[in-house]
């Protein structure tokens, strides 16, 4: 029978060959995912999931098990994101650029979108729809966007969702409510 | 109408999240606002339309990225303390105190460009000042075996004077 996670990650606190590994084969997708959807860089979204596993190796004796492994886990995952950001966005003041992400009227957005959203079987009109809305959500603040995705892509509820960004559940109503309010005055309504 | 709009707690209502006198709330106020059941259907559509599908993220090579991992973690949870690595540990910041001492002393008013001044001379020019006898008798020292001849060489000087 196979092993849960939560068994998984109790056998990677006691150091169990295989556990680890198992977990990271598990989780390995979901995490570079949702840390590309924060960074929207493949080689930041490539180390930063890494830094989550290796954090997880880390600190796995101190998982309790009141949540579910994924709520944990990718708290871990988000916190190693926002940590790279706030680190990014320090150098970046220091050295004088300007963030792109701070100007949120700066240049096309469609063209400054880094995976256009492709769909042969969708029309032509539908790919220009979703082109627009997934560019939105990247102008989204990082924890907006943190919460949108976790709730449309991860399935997490709100109050999941308010544990892993470490908010409470208002908050995170309050920022799922301001993405969906932004995103629809962006795209407008669908036809 | 309650005249007090729920817009925060759509987005919750529209996945099914509400419970109790919230979600009796809502109901009560959606069904005299109409404004809010726009909302409400929008918030929908773009759950809908988010949920669906996505930019993917780039493609990556498991197998590397696992074996990335592997060795990040062996490095992580490798001892770290010998008395070697203790001693080479400041290691880096000497050397970055020694570039920055060398830049700052490049960008001073005649530090390390431009020509020496007082008594200050450059070492390779005293080494070069020293050989000038050996240029000026390039063509002899080029015909030297050099391991015969450092007597002919320790007195070139003489050559001139046809002394030797």
Redesign the interface.
């Known amino acids: 029978m196979e092993s849960t996670d939560e068994v998984l990650c109790r056998s990677v606190a006691d150091r169990e060959p295989g556990a680890f590994d198992l977990l990271v084969e598990r989780y390995q997708e979901r995490a570079y995912r949702i840390a590309w959807s924060i960074l929207r860089d493949r080689e930041e979204a490539k180390d930063c999931s890494q830094e989550a596993f290796l954090r997880l190796h880390e600190s796995a004796g101190s998982f309790a098990g009141q949540s579910k492994f994924s709520t944990w886990f990718y708290r871990i995952v988000v916190n190693c994101c926002l940590d790279h950001q706030r680190r990014r966005r320090g150098w970046r003041r220091l050295l004088g650029w300007r963030d792109t992400h701070d100007d949120p009227d700066e240049g096309d957005p469609v063209e400054r979108a880094p995976a256009p959203f492709v769909d042969p079987v969708e029309s032509v009109e539908t790919d220009r729809r979703m082109t627009q809305l997934w560019s939105a959500v990247e102008q989204l603040s990082p924890q907006q966007r943190a919460a949108v995705l976790l709730q449309c892509k991860e399935g997490l509820a709100t109050k999941e969702i308010a544990v892993v960004l470490s908010l409470s559940e208002a908050t995170v109503r309050v920022h799922l409510h301001r993405a969906l309010a932004t995103l629809r005055k962006r795209v407008g309504d669908k036809a | 109408m309650n005249s007090v709009h729920v817009?925060?707690?759509?987005?919750?209502h529209a996945?099914g999240?509400l419970e109790g006198a919230e979600r009796a709330r809502v109901e009560g106020h959606l069904d005299g606002c109409a404004a809010c059941r726009e909302?409400l259907?929008?918030?929908r559509?773009?759950?809908e339309?988010?949920?669906a599908?996505?930019?993917?993220?780039?493609p990556?090579h498991?197998g590397a990225?696992?074996a990335?991992?592997r060795e990040?973690?062996e490095r992580?949870?490798a001892p770290r303390s010998t008395a070697w690595t203790a001693v080479w540990r400041p290691a880096p910041a000497l050397v970055a105190v020694g570039l920055l001492a060398g830049l700052v002393y490049v960008g001073l008013p005649g530090g390390g460009r431009g020509s020496p001044t007082g008594d200050r001379i450059p070492f390779e020019n005293l080494i070069l000042a020293s050989r000038l006898d050996m240029i000026a008798k390039l063509d002899v020292v080029q015909q030297l075996d050099v391991v015969e001849d450092f007597d002919v060489i320790d007195h070139l000087d003489r050559l001139s004077t046809g002394e030797g």
């Not at chain 2, 599908?53 to 780039?58: F, L, R």
């Open positions: 817009e925060e707690l759509l987005a919750a996945r999240e909302t259907a929008a918030f559509g773009l759950i339309e988010l949920g599908a996505g930019p993917p993220a780039p990556i498991w990225y696992r990335e991992l990040k973690l992580r949870t």
